[in-house]
């Protein structure tokens, strides 16, 4: 079956403008998790998603980034006024809800604000 | 809120023979679940192995196995007879069992970057 997907797979933007970072979970997983991982380090939590609905947010780095996921499948992470500093791979990963069950990570998408 | 040491930063091991990362956690449950994850150059994150606290029993995939001492929250990675497919990061991540919408239930290491040499 498939994995999951993250569009793009690189995207190169100039400071100041809003990029969006898709993830596609793997079918019938309930929990969704974004995190971003600066060049040789650990994940930093972002945000994560039970369904449709994010009842942790406590990682987002700032108001500049916001997530939304419909039909409890695709999410989109949201960055708006990039700064060189959101340069990173942003990495997603799916779960099925049940406890005791492993992340399913994508490939990531190396974002780069020039 | 818990939280996941792994105490090397870098290791190197030569091709065919054995290396154990180590990780240590901290935390007041006493369910949880341990994973560890792979993470090459391709920047692809696997799943190495995983391994549920209630049971006594090491884990053990093929080459890879693990050392889970629950009292003293310790949970060691041995590779056995390393492979050059092997260079990557290796993250400890620790799950605690759902019992709300806290999404850092589930908390990584700062990882380890292992090389394997020819």
């Known amino acids: 079956g498939a994995g999951v997907s993250q569009s793009p797979s690189n995207k190169v933007t100039e400071k100041g403008k809003d990029v969006e970072l898709r993830c596609d979970p793997i079918?019938?997983?309930?929990?969704l998790y974004w995190y971003r991982q600066s060049l040789g380090q650990g994940l930093e939590f972002l945000i994560y998603?039970?369904?449709?609905?994010?009842?942790?947010k406590s990682g987002l780095p700032s108001d500049r980034f916001s997530a939304e996921r419909t039909g409890g499948s695709v999410s989109t992470l949201t960055i708006q006024r990039t700064q060189q500093e959101d340069s990173a791979v942003y990495l997603c990963a799916s779960r099925w809800g049940q406890q005791g069950y492993e992340q399913y990570f994508g490939p990531g998408t190396r974002l780069t604000v020039t | 809120a818990q939280t996941v040491t792994q105490s090397q930063p870098e290791m190197s091991v030569q091709e065919a023979e054995t290396v154990t990362l180590s990780c240590t956690y901290d935390t007041s449950e006493n369910n949880y679940y341990l994973f560890w994850y792979k993470q090459p150059p391709s920047r692809q994150m696997i799943l190495v192995i995983r391994?549920?606290?209630?049971?006594?029993q090491n884990a053990t995939e093929n080459r890879f196995s693990v050392n889970f001492q629950k009292a003293a929250k310790s949970f060691s990675l041995k590779i056995s007879d390393s492979q050059l497919g092997d260079t990557a990061m290796y993250f400890c991540a620790f799950m605690k069992p759902v019992r709300d919408n806290y999404g850092q239930n589930f908390v990584f290491g700062p990882g380890t970057r292992l090389s394997v040499l020819p």
């Open positions: 998603f039970q369904g449709n609905s994010a009842p942790d």
């Open positions: 079918s019938g997983h309930t929990a």
């Open positions: 391994q549920e606290a209630y049971k006594q």
